[in-house]
């Protein structure tokens, strides 16, 4: 059964430095995502990502986040200047159709120490 | 305000029981609802994925959808150990392209033997 990859599984860095996180979403779909959980809390819709553009972000989403489609299978979140706040888990999913649901894949956990 | 509910428990049930999650919500604009299951460290799994109103059956598992109360149930029957995790509801608008999931706080259940 297809699914969603992410890379890596765990990434450690220090506050103030940039990180790059990866995510092949499934072949066929079109739709994109980057979420976050920061431990014990809700997961939290950061950005949705359609035909190379953004197409609905959050609050959270600001000047330090970006996404990016490099190539036809990967799907990236940069943070620039991470923060300790920025330290959660952060989920990629991926849909092939207009408000169907979304597959996640299995995060990264990322530490800003 | 797009607003969803959900107890965090814990909830403890003995092997076999039937269990019942819900989540409640305040945007009558979300048509799509969905269960998830994570386990801890992992990335969300679709157990259900509903549109609109009424009951949908996959196996063991039940979900319903209540949209004049804005009310969404979860029934897990003949629990099992394997059963035991966080339960998310989530739900969504239509949109024209990508579309925010909006999570639930989870609830954490155990099913013991």
């Known amino acids: 059964e297809p699914e969603v990859t992410q890379t890596p599984s765990h990434q450690v860095t220090q506050m103030g430095q940039e990180v790059i996180l990866r995510c092949v979403p499934i072949?066929?779909?079109?739709?994109f995502y980057w979420y976050r959980q920061i431990l014990g809390q809700k997961v939290e819709f950061l950005v949705s990502?359609?035909?190379?553009?953004?197409?609905?972000k959050s609050e959270i989403f600001d000047d330090q986040f970006s996404v990016e489609r490099p190539d036809g299978s990967n799907f990236t979140l940069k943070i620039r200047s991470t923060k300790l706040e920025d330290s959660a888990m952060y989920f990629c999913?991926?849909?092939?159709?207009?408000?169907?649901?979304?597959?996640f894949g299995p995060g990264t956990r990322l530490l800003v120490l | 305000q797009k607003e969803v509910e959900q107890d965090p428990g814990p909830l403890s049930v003995p092997e076999g029981a039937i269990v019942s999650l819900n989540c409640t919500y305040s945007n009558s604009a979300f048509q799509y609802f969905m269960w998830y299951r994570q386990y801890s460290r992992k990335g969300p799994e679709l157990l259900m994925y509903t549109y609109s109103s009424g009951n949908k059956e996959d196996g063991r598992f039940t979900a319903q959808v209540d949209k004049s109360s804005k009310y969404i149930s979860l029934f897990i029957r003949d629990s099992q150990p394997s059963d035991s995790a966080t339960y998310l509801c989530a739900m969504s608008a239509r949109g024209n392209t990508g579309n925010q999931f909006y999570f639930g706080t989870g609830t954490s259940l155990t099913v013991i033997p």
């Open positions: 999913a991926s849909s092939s159709l207009v408000a169907e649901t979304q597959y």
């Open positions: 072949s066929n779909h079109l739709y």
């Open positions: 990502f359609y035909n190379n553009e953004i197409s609905e």
